[in-house]
C-alpha cells in the first residue's frame, strides 16, 4: 500500500512524534554519558561488575522467558480450546497475578521463605508476575483463531498434537513474541521484586547508585548498558516476529469454536495445573494479606487515606489508561498495514523507555521539564507522560494484534464505497480489534494503578495512590496498615479482569 490519504500523513507524524518522545530518557542517558566523557564511560563499564550484572541478567531471561511462554501458552489453549470445567473463571484468575505488584509478590514469598535468594528465587516469582502476559495476547488470538483450519488438517490425518505444532502454534508466533517481548522488558526493568530476594540485576545496581550518588555517572552509565540490552532484544524479537500475515477474508473465524474433550485423566491434569497456578500465584500473597489484615482489624479499614488512595488511583489508571490507547494506536496501525522499516522503527522506538527504570524516566522528564516546560513540572501532564512511556508496550503489543487480524480489503472496500480512510479505520477496523485494545487499556490500567517508582517522583503534591501508600507504610516497616492498599490493588482488577473476559466473548459472538 502506498501513501495515498492526509490520514495516512497525519497517524504518520503523530507516530513520529511519540516515538521522539519515548527516545527522551535516552536521550538523557547518551547526555550524561558525553559529559562524562570517553575515558569515564570506558572506565565506569569495561568492570567486572558490569560483566556480573549481564551474565546474572542473561540468565534471568533465559529461563525465565521461554518458562513464561510454555506456561502461558498451555494455559491459554486448556481455556479456549478445550472443554475444561469452570474455564472463564480460570481465564479470569490466569489474568489477576497482574494486579500484584511485583514487589508485594516477592515480599509475600519472603515472608514465607526467608531464604528464598539467587536465579532460583527469581526466575520463579517473575514467572509467576509475568506469565499473564503471555497468556492474554495468545487467549485472544485463539478465541478468532479459524476452526476449518484444525477441520482441514484433521481430514488429512493429522493428529491433534500434529495440528497443534504444524497448525494452531504458527498462528500464535505474533502474540508470543510480543508477550515475550513483554516479559522480557519487565525483567530488564523491575527493581522492587528482585531487591527482596537479594537478586542483582542492572536495575538494582541503578537505584544503588541513585541512592548513593543521586544523578551520579555510574547509574547513567548502567542505565545505557540497560538500554543496549532492550534494543538487542527487540531486534530478536522482529526478526523472531516475521512479516507472515494473520488475517483473511471472509467469516472463517467467527464460526464457533469446537472445544476439544478432555478425558477424565487429561482433564484431572489441567485443573491440578490450574490449582497450583492459582495457588502460587494468588495464594501466598492473599495468606500473607490475610495475616495483616487480621491482625489490624475492621479499624484497620477506618482510614480516609486509604479511600481517597483508591478513587485517585481509579481515577488516574482510567485516564491514563485511555490517553496511552489513544497515542499506542497509530504505530500499531501503521506498522500492521505498512510493515516498512521506517514504521518498526517507530514502534521499536516506543519501547526502549519502557526498558529503562522508572526512576530513570522520572529523573529524564524532570531535568527536560524544568529547562524546557516549567509550567508542566510536577503535574499530571508530566505523570501521564511517564506513563506512556512507561506502558505503551503493552498498549502496541495488543493493539497490534487486533489490527493484524482485521483484513485490509474490508477498509478498501468501505473506501471504495465513499466512506474516508479515518472513518474506514474507525468503523471497521477498530470494531474487529476491539478485543485487542480493551485488552490493552487494561493492561495499561493495571500497570499504572500498580506503578510505584516513577509516581513516587513525578505526582503533584497531594497525590497518593494506593502503590505510593502501601511502598510508604512497609518502609516503615507498618505492614499491618499497607495490608488494606495491597488488598484494594488486587480487588480492583478483578471485576476489571471479569469485564473484558464478558465483553470480549460478545464481541466474537460467542
Not at 538500554?227 to 516475521?242: F, I
Not at 467469516?251 to 491434569?269: I, N, Y
Not at 482510614?303 to 497515542?327: C, N
Request: hydrophobic share 55%; proline share 5%; net charge positive.
Amino acid at each position: 500500500m502506498k501513501i495515498t490519504s492526509r490520514f495516512h500523513v497525519i497517524l504518520t507524524v503523530l507516530a513520529m512524534v511519540i516515538a521522539l518522545l519515548a527516545l527522551l530518557p535516552l536521550g538523557f542517558v547518551i547526555s550524561v554519558g558525553i559529559d562524562a566523557g570517553w575515558k569515564t564511560v570506558k572506565a565506569l563499564i569495561f568492570r567486572p561488575r558490569v560483566g556480573e550484572l549481564l551474565i546474572n541478567t542473561f540468565w534471568l531471561i533465559t529461563v525465565t522467558v521461554p518458562t513464561c511462554v510454555v506456561l502461558g501458552t498451555l494455559l491459554a489453549w486448556l481455556t479456549e480450546k478445550t472443554n475444561l470445567p469452570g474455564r472463564r473463571i480460570w481465564s479470569v484468575l490466569m489474568v489477576a497475578p497482574l494486579a500484584i505488584p511485583a514487589f508485594v509478590q516477592s515480599y509475600a514469598w519472603v515472608t514465607f521463605f526467608p531464604a528464598m535468594n539467587g536465579l532460583f528465587a527469581a526466575t520463579f516469582i517473575a514467572v509467576l508476575a509475568y506469565f499473564p502476559f503471555i497468556y492474554m495476547p495468545v487467549a485472544a488470538m485463539l478465541r478468532r483463531f479459524d476452526p476449518s483450519l484444525e477441520d482441514v488438517a484433521a481430514s488429512l490425518g493429522a493428529s491433534p498434537v500434529k495440528i497443534f505444532f504444524r497448525i494452531i502454534l504458527p498462528q500464535l508466533r505474533l502474540p508470543v513474541c510480543g508477550g515475550a517481548l513483554l516479559v522480557t522488558l519487565h525483567l530488564l526493568a523491575e527493581y522492587g521484586l528482585f531487591v527482596m530476594i537479594r537478586f542483582d540485576t542492572f536495575t538494582t545496581a541503578i537505584y544503588d547508585q541513585y541512592q548513593s550518588a543521586f544523578n551520579g555517572p555510574m547509574a547513567n552509565m548502567l542505565a545505557g548498558v540497560l538500554a543496549l540490552c532492550c534494543l538487542m532484544v527487540m531486534v530478536v524479537e522482529t526478526a523472531a516476529r516475521g512479516k507472515a500475515r494473520y488475517a483473511r477474508v471472509g467469516s472463517g473465524a467467527a464460526r464457533k469454536q469446537l472445544k476439544r474433550k478432555l478425558t477424565p485423566l487429561s482433564g484431572l491434569f489441567a485443573l491440578a495445573c490450574f490449582t497450583l497456578v492459582v495457588t502460587l500465584a494468588l495464594g501466598t500473597p492473599t495468606l500473607a494479606l490475610a495475616r495483616w489484615l487480621w491482625i489490624g482489624g475492621i479499624n484497620n479499614f477506618i482510614s480516609a487515606e486509604l479511600w481517597s488512595a483508591l478513587g485517585q488511583t481509579v481515577t488516574l489508571a482510567l485516564q491514563g489508561a485511555m490517553i496511552t490507547t489513544a497515542f499506542a494506536l497509530p504505530i500499531s496501525w501503521l506498522v500492521v498495514r505498512y510493515p516498512a522499516r521506517l514504521y518498526r522503527l517507530l514502534e521499536d522506538c516506543s519501547y526502549i523507555a519502557s526498558a529503562l527504570p522508572g526512576i530513570v524516566i522520572a529523573l529524564a522528564l524532570v531535568t527536560v521539564t524544568i529547562h524546557y516546560a516549567r509550567p508542566v513540572y510536577q503535574t499530571n501532564i508530566t505523570l501521564f507522560l511517564a506513563w506512556l512511556l512507561m506502558f505503551a508496550p503493552r498498549a502496541l503489543i495488543n493493539l497490534r494484534a487486533g489490527v493484524s487480524q482485521a483484513p485490509v480489503e474490508l477498509e478498501q472496500v468501505a473506501q471504495s464505497l465513499g466512506t474516508s480512510p479515518a472513518m474506514a479505520v474507525f468503523k471497521i477496523t477498530m470494531r474487529l480489534a476491539a478485543p485487542g485494545a480493551t485488552t490493552a487499556a487494561a493492561l495499561v490500567f493495571l500497570g499504572i494503578s500498580t506503578e510505584l517508582t516513577a509516581t513516587l517522583l513525578l505526582s503533584p503534591i497531594g497525590t497518593r495512590t494506593l502503590a505510593m501508600g502501601f511502598w510508604s507504610l512497609t518502609s516503615e516497616i507498618d505492614y499491618v496498615a499497607a495490608a488494606p492498599y495491597a488488598l484494594l490493588m488486587v480487588l480492583i482488577s478483578l471485576p476489571l479482569t471479569g469485564v473484558l473476559y464478558i465483553h470480549s466473548q460478545k464481541l466474537m459472538g460467542h
